[in-house]
């Protein structure tokens, strides 16, 4: 186990393997997927602690994958999440309700290492659209939009070029 990975499963408390066992979990059973989120961001830029690990599954296999991972973890609904836990971690795998809200993101992601792991991760093209739109949603909680508009900040470091897929509202709002 690389260190990176020790260092965030020690952050999140992940005494079950809950992280290696969602992955495998997926893998073993053919599930499309890439990360999307903070972490996915941390694929492409310094990384930023965090206890999400957000996805998006191809929707033809978003029923397969919820019943997959209530055999063997917690499961809750939420309005735009599906939310997959296990009581010896404090990771929570958040499943992006609907994918369709997400189109091709899990086509064009690309393998990449993320705190030790290779995982399919959403382009930067992808996750800058994202962040744009959770960083304009007048009902995502303050916090959240200020962390969006430091991952936005972030992609922009690394990709200069995805600045010109950045409205001015948001512009105004980042130290360029």
Known sequence: MSADLAFWKRVVDDRSDFLERTVALLADHGIRY?????VAVNAYAEPVLTQD??????T????????????EFKVRQFTHSL?????????????????EDFPGFVERAREQEVLGLVLPVAAPEDLIGAK????????RRPSKRQKDLADIS??????????AQVPEEI???LFL
């Open 34 to 38: 890439c990360v999307i989120g903070g």
């Open 53 to 58: 690990l957000d996805i998006v599954i191809a």
């Open 60 to 71: 033809d296999q978003v029923e397969e994958a919820r019943r997959l991972f209530e055999l």
């Open 83 to 99: 939310n997959v836990y296990d009581p010896d971690s404090k990771l929570q795998v958040q499943i992006q309700l609907p994918p």
């Open 132 to 139: 744009i739109a959770a960083a304009l949603e007048p009902a």
């Open 154 to 163: 972030r992609l922009i470091e690394t990709f200069p070029e995805l600045l």
């Open 171 to 173: 512009r105004s709002r």
